[in-house]
């Protein structure tokens, strides 16, 4: 996950590469351990061609909503439209044996889910960035990635 920012500029920082690490290796503790390293390799190629569009530097420039919530994951969807359809398309393959009008709806939703998990994670670790005098860049937004996704695994149920 961290990966990504490091191909398009972004400086290695410890702390968040081993939080991000860490997270994932909580991820891989689940019984759905193979859909969260799925998800983690998908999102980490859509962050490889969002980052190529939009530098990560500039990115951190762009990024910020103050509108809460809602306005992060709008915020999401405009500035990483890639990562944001990968979400789509890889809970929209957890749902391959659905008649088709079910399957595109229970993704919707799943996806949503996804992107509200990784936007609440998202404003936790602001917060503890700020509190901690922690950087916040590239490899923290892929942390609170990795940390959103392993928060929608754990509170979600196989469908």
């Known amino acids: 996950m961290v990966l990504p920012g ?7 920082n410890l702390t968040w590469s081993c939080l991000a690490l860490s ?11 193979q859909q969260f390293l799925h998800c983690l390799l998908v999102m980490g190629m859509g962050l490889i061609i969002d980052f190529a569009r939009i530098s990560p530097l500039t990115m951190a420039a762009l990024c910020g909503a103050s509108g809460g919530v ?21 809970v929209l393959s957890d749902q391959r044996t659905r008649p088709l009008r079910q399957a595109l709806i229970r993704s919707v939703v799943n ?17 503890l960035a700020r509190l901690f005098g922690l950087n916040w860049g590239a490899e923290a937004w892929a942390c609170a990635m990795a940390g959103g996704m392993a928060a929608y695994f754990a509170i979600s149920l196989k469908q």
Not at 111 to 127: E, G, H, I, K
């Open 6 to 12: 490091w191909l398009h500029g972004a400086r290695p």
């Open 111 to 127: 996806a949503t889910l996804m992107l509200a998990a990784t936007t609440l994670t998202m404003l936790l670790m602001q917060s």
């Open 70 to 90: 809602l306005a992060m994951m709008l915020e999401h969807l405009y500035l990483l439209p890639s990562t944001s359809v990968a979400m789509l398309l890889m």
């Open 23 to 33: 997270l994932a290796a909580l991820g891989m503790t689940f019984n759905q351990r």
